[in-house]
T-cell receptor, first 111, second 114 residues
Framework: KNEVEQSPQNLTAQEGEFITINCSYS?????LHWLQQHPGGGIVSLFMLSSGKKKHGRLIATINIQEKHSSLHITASHPRDSAVYICAVREPGGGADGLTFGKGTHLIIQP | NAGVMQNPRHLVRRRGQEARLRCSPM?????VYWYRQLPEEGLKFMVY????????ESGMPKERFSAEFPKEGPSILRIQQVVRGDSAAYFCASSPSREPPGAFFGQGTRLTVV
């Protein structure tokens, strides 16, 4: 079973700062997801990655398959980016058919 | 992800009652996943269903919990004789196929057992 670790658990930053959230996993995967959960709890899928890098607006996600590591970056952070960011992985082949999740990174962007 | 509809958004049940949570997947999606988020914990996989079939229920508690996804209508997660420890947010996600698994999430149902 995959162990998914996120760091940091909590992050408070000032508006405009460059943010990096890290995710490491223990077993090879077929895909990795970054999710965003706002207060009030709805979950939005930000990215799905199997290799390389993806960019959407101010968000950038990278993955290094060999190192079993992914990062989510937020450029020019804004208070509306305050949320919990969750990394989730999908194992190829056997195991539970769903995703295995990290515990999330609580991000607060102060104005 | 607005296309995955869960209802109710909030559900309060007394201990011993039954809770029924509904999930309508996005149009064209026949694969549904249920996840549970306990307070201060991460999301945990519960069950994966395709139309009329349970594919993987390895994350479901062995007693009191059941799930179905009938040919017509929404997927239902049913919790019988609820206890306080069942209080959590329950999320449904859907997908058009098995690979990749659902990452189109609903807004969740927050169950409170009093």
């Amino acid at each position: 079973k995959n162990e998914v670790e996120q760091s940091p658990q909590n992050l408070t930053a000032q508006e405009g700062e460059f943010i990096t959230i890290n995710c490491s996993y223990s077993v090879g995967i077929s895909a990795l997801h970054w999710l965003q959960q706002h207060p009030g709890g709805g979950i939005v899928s930000l990215f799905m990655l199997s290799s390389g890098k993806k960019k959407h607006g101010r968000l950038i996600a990278t993955i290094n398959i060999q190192e079993k590591h992914s990062s989510l970056h937020i450029t020019a952070s804004h208070p509306r980016d305050s949320a919990v960011y969750i990394c989730a992985v999908r194992e190829p082949g056997g195991g539970a058919d769903g995703l295995t999740f990290g515990k999330g990174t609580h991000l607060i962007i102060q104005p | 992800n607005a296309g995955v509809m869960q209802n109710p958004r909030h559900l309060v049940r007394r201990r011993g009652q039954e809770a029924r949570l509904r999930c309508s997947p996005m149009k064209g999606h026949s694969h549904v996943y249920w996840y549970r988020q306990l307070p201060e914990e991460g999301l945990k996989f519960m069950v994966y269903l395709q139309k009329e079939n349970i594919i993987d229920e390895s994350g479901m508690p062995k007693e009191r919990f059941s799930a179905e996804f009938p040919k017509e209508g929404p997927s239902i997660l049913r919790i019988q004789q609820v206890v306080r420890g069942d209080s959590a947010a329950y999320f449904c996600a859907s997908s058009p196929s098995r690979e990749p698994p659902g990452a189109f999430f609903g807004q969740g149902t927050r169950l409170t057992v009093v």
